[in-house]
């Protein structure tokens, strides 16, 4: 992949010292980083600083990649175990802003649309840690589970069981929308 290779040489750059080459690696990324930060916290100011925190941790961790995963799953991996930490520390769950919701036509189904998002987004934001992370990084980021076994360190088999178990929950929680 010509952008993983791109982004490996700017990250043997930014080891050097080279700051262009780390700022470039932080637009290149930055977008993602904050989007499974919101998914995961469903805060906007806290997937903002999560991800702040998160590059930070990158550029703190430069000396020690060695290259023996890809940049995108390594940056996956610290920022999703800085949203553990997270959400951890508050043990508690924050609705995601209204303004992420989808566009609806007419009154009744922009009601019926907006009430079973936001029904959605409480059966997600109530799954535990270790069933949240692994939907959002497949459903909403589309990871393999091979990525998201290697970003949680946990093996494929333990993915597929946490996946399996969070969308049994939201199955659950959703059964009047269905």
Same mark, same amino acid.
């Given at each position: 992949?010509?952008?993983? !290779?791109? /982004?490996?040489?700017?990250?043997?750059?930014?080891? !050097?010292? /080279? @700051?262009?080459?780390?700022?470039?690696?932080?637009?290149?990324?930055?977008?993602?980083?904050?989007?499974?930060? #919101?998914? %995961?916290?469903?805060?906007? /100011?806290?997937? *903002? /600083?999560?991800?702040?925190?998160?590059?930070?941790?990158?550029?703190? +961790? @430069?000396?020690?990649?060695?290259?023996? $995963?890809?940049?995108?799953?390594?940056?996956?991996?610290?920022?999703?175990?800085?949203?553990?930490? @997270?959400? *951890?520390?508050?043990?508690?769950?924050?609705? #995601? $802003?209204?303004?992420?919701?989808?566009? !609806?036509?007419?009154?009744?189904?922009?009601?019926?649309?907006?009430?079973?998002?936001?029904?959605?987004?409480? +059966?997600?934001?109530?799954? !535990?840690?270790?069933?949240?992370?692994?939907?959002? #990084?497949? *459903? %909403?980021?589309?990871? $393999?589970?091979?990525?998201?076994?290697?970003? #949680? *360190?946990? $093996?494929?088999?333990?993915?597929?069981?946490?996946?399996?178990?969070?969308?049994?929950?939201?199955?659950?929680?959703?059964?009047?929308?269905?």
């Amino acid at each position: 992949m010509v952008v993983e !290779t791109d /982004d490996i040489q700017l990250v043997r750059a930014a080891q !050097t010292g /080279d @700051l262009w080459a780390f700022e470039e690696l932080v637009r290149r990324h930055e977008t993602r980083v904050y989007r499974v930060a #919101l998914r %995961l916290l469903g805060s906007p /100011d806290e997937a *903002e /600083d999560a991800a702040q925190e998160a590059f930070v941790q990158v550029w703190q +961790a @430069l000396p020690a990649f060695r290259g023996e $995963s890809s940049v995108s799953t390594w940056l996956y991996r610290i920022v999703t175990n800085r949203c553990l930490s @997270l959400m *951890e520390a508050r043990r508690g769950y924050e609705p #995601l $802003s209204e303004r992420y919701e989808a566009p !609806t036509a007419g009154p009744q189904r922009a009601t019926e649309t907006h009430d079973a998002l936001a029904a959605l987004k409480k +059966a997600v934001l109530h799954l !535990t840690p270790e069933q949240r992370v692994p939907l959002v #990084l497949r *459903e %909403l980021e589309g990871r $393999s589970y091979d990525e998201i076994a290697e970003i #949680l *360190e946990i $093996s494929v088999p333990a993915v597929k069981g946490r996946l399996h178990r969070a969308r049994l929950e939201v199955v659950v929680a959703m059964r009047q929308w269905l």
